[in-house]
């Protein structure tokens, strides 16, 4: 079984330009070389992932076959996100996607808006999609970051910066899951005035997971953490751009993204968020 939660994740789920060159580490880049804009496709290039390119159109029914189609909400057989999950996902979704804080609220931080609260199906989705191994559940959950860039300003000439991966976190989980996932929510916008996805920054030295870690600590973690790639930094300089990430919760994660983006020239507009941790309720 961990053999093969190995082979899906070493497997890419969109089909691969045959183009693309072999996966080369630049500069102290993490070995995974992505470019903006529509023409890059899914914009990951991965050493393994040539060998094993013919069967990635195949990839669902050969999943199918090694291994038992389960919910990646709740394990229920042969379907691989149950309506009730789905359900649940929609319960979890804001009909109309909002601004948000963390608490407490941070003033180093651009508006954001999220599509959803991260709790129920859509706390596990993103989980899964993130650490499970399931990129399947991108289908699912890139609408949401769709709408909450809706909900962002989107002037002429917008960027739309993920937040990075460490290299590590790529090569374990074989890709980028929010530079993936904000190709997907792109992809979704009208095509006139799409924004261009750039994976403009890098993580520039080791951070620990920001889940298993306070409210304090999170913002050390990450502190000075993120720099713009040096080949983009003229990129970035004078351009609007909004950050996308999965969660919003302490909000240390963007507030460093923030940073990083203004130091390379950047106008950070705003953020863009699947879903945020349900704030404290004050009473009325
Ligand atoms: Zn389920």
Do not use: F
């Not at 070995?31 to 990839?59: K, M």
């Not at 199918?64 to 042969?78: E, F, I, N, Q, R």
């Not at 460490?166 to 980028?176: D, I, K, L």
């Amino acid at each position: 079984m961990q053999a093969v939660a190995r082979l899906l994740r070493s497997v890419p789920d969109a089909p691969a330009d045959p183009a693309d060159p072999p996966s080369a580490s630049v500069g102290g880049a993490d070995g995974r070389t992505t470019v903006g804009g529509a023409a890059a496709g899914s914009g990951t290039v991965r050493a393994r992932s040539r060998p094993i390119r013919p069967l990635v159109q195949a990839w669902p029914a050969l999943v199918d076959l090694v291994l038992p189609a389960l919910c990646a909400g709740c394990a229920a057989p042969d379907r691989r996100w149950c309506s009730e999950c789905a359900a649940d996902l929609a319960a979890h979704t804001l009909a109309r996607p909002r601004h948000t804080q963390p608490s407490p609220p941070r003033p180093d931080l651009p508006p954001v808006v999220t599509a959803g609260v991260y709790a129920g199906a859509l706390r596990t989705a993103l989980v899964q999609l993130k650490d499970g191994g399931r990129a399947d559940l991108r289908e699912h959950l890139a609408p949401l970051l769709a709408a909450a860039l809706r909900g962002s300003p989107r002037p002429p000439g917008l960027l739309v910066v993920p937040m990075p991966s460490s290299a590590a976190a790529v090569r374990r989980r074989g890709e980028a899951p929010v530079e993936a996932l904000a190709r997907a929510a792109v992809a979704l916008l009208p095509a006139a005035g799409r924004p261009r996805v750039v994976a403009a920054l890098q993580v520039t030295r080791r951070v620990a997971d920001q889940s298993e870690l306070g409210i304090a600590a999170r913002s050390a973690n990450v502190a000075g953490a993120y720099a713009a790639r040096s080949r983009r930094v003229s990129g970035l300089a004078g351009r609007p751009v909004v950050l996308v990430d999965d969660v919003l919760t302490t909000g240390a994660t963007l507030a460093e993204g923030t940073r990083a983006v203004r130091a390379a020239g950047g106008r950070v507009l705003g953020a863009a968020v699947v879903a945020a941790t349900a704030r404290r309720r004050s009473a009325g």
